[in-house]
């Protein structure tokens, strides 16, 4: 079972969170087994199937309207692993059954498996264990698809940030502390649901300064994208648009280049040095729209650069 607004962002390609500290969207919290239907819950899905269908043009005022997203913590060990083995099931899904990520997590699932007496024992004593858990996986899972979507290259991508065994050494050895941010107690002690957008200050685990840098920046979307820019459906942007030559032709906009993921990917982060360019089509010029045209040319004709 999947909350209503985690199945839209995910239909809607918002696999990552970008408010730091709140798991959402595509998120270990949002996978767990059915619950009996009870009242409304048979006609909200019928809507959801409905709004789906129809819902391809819709705009992202609209999908944000409908993103809010409750989560249930986890009581006991079976059920934070049969939540993170649903999660990994979607993400077999979404990133193929032999990505990087599945593997890492399969190899977590075992690795809590082999310790689930200590886990046990400790979840005794904190009825918040399991959920932190969740929570420590999900940060790093969040942190990981983030630094994929900044870096151009694969290589600069920290795949350290899914090896796991720094968790299951911390658990196996009763270590394991975490803070969890305060959209998690409001459910808790107000039954109330998390407010999603609350930008909070309160940190997880302690983290180097570079750590939480990048925790903290922050996606900006490019709502209204100019049409000839957007990246075809078969192409891969890294591949097309990104390495050595390309980097350097890029035509200019004020005192930077004009930004490719802005234009082309349709979304790039606040810590971008090319945010000056992050404006609405309308700024730029008719000779720098040109410019960037014969610029996604060039790239397009001079093939992968991987
Ligand atoms: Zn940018």
Not at 36 to 47: I, S
Not at 172 to 190: G, H
Not at 225 to 240: G, I, S, V
Request: a neutral charge; proline letters at 4%.
């Amino acid at each position: 079972m999947i909350s209503e607004g985690a199945v839209n962002a995910i239909y809607h390609g918002e696999i990552v969170s970008t408010t730091p500290n709140t798991p959402k969207n595509h998120t270990a919290f949002n996978y767990r087994e059915a619950e009996p239907m009870q009242g409304t819950q048979a006609e909200r899905f019928l809507v959801l199937h409905m709004e789906t269908v129809n819902g391809k043009a819709r705009s992202s005022e609209e999908i944000k309207a409908s993103m809010a997203q409750t989560y249930t913590m986890p009581m006991d060990f079976n059920d934070m692993i049969d939540r993170i083995e649903r999660y990994n099931g979607a993400n077999g899904i979404i990133f193929s059954p032999e990505s990087l990520l599945v593997k890492r997590i399969e190899t977590l699932v075992n690795a809590l498996q082999d310790h689930r007496i200590q886990i046990k024992a400790c979840g005794s004593m904190d009825e918040e264990y399991y959920t932190k858990i969740l929570y420590a996986l999900d940060t790093r899972v969040n942190l990981w698809l983030l630094e994929c979507m900044e870096h151009e290259n694969r290589e600069d991508v920290n795949d350290n940030l899914i090896d796991f065994g720094q968790l299951i050494t911390q658990i196996a050895l009763r270590d394991f502390r975490i803070d969890l941010p305060p959209c998690f107690k409001m459910i808790t002690t107000t039954k109330k649901r998390p407010a999603a957008d609350d930008n909070t200050t309160s940190n997880a685990a302690p983290r180097t300064n570079s750590k939480k840098q990048k925790e903290n920046k922050v996606m900006v979307r490019n709502e209204n994208q100019y049409a000839p820019f957007k990246l075809k459906n078969n192409e891969h942007y890294r591949d097309t648009f990104c390495g050595g030559e390309k980097a350097k032709k890029r035509p200019m906009f004020k005192s930077t280049q004009i930004c490719g993921k802005w234009n082309i990917q349709g979304y790039c982060f606040d810590n971008c040095n090319m945010t000056e360019s992050h404006v609405p089509h309308s700024e730029y010029s008719a000779e720098q729209k040109v410019a960037f045209g014969e610029w996604m040319k060039f790239c397009r004709e001079a093939g992968g650069s991987k």
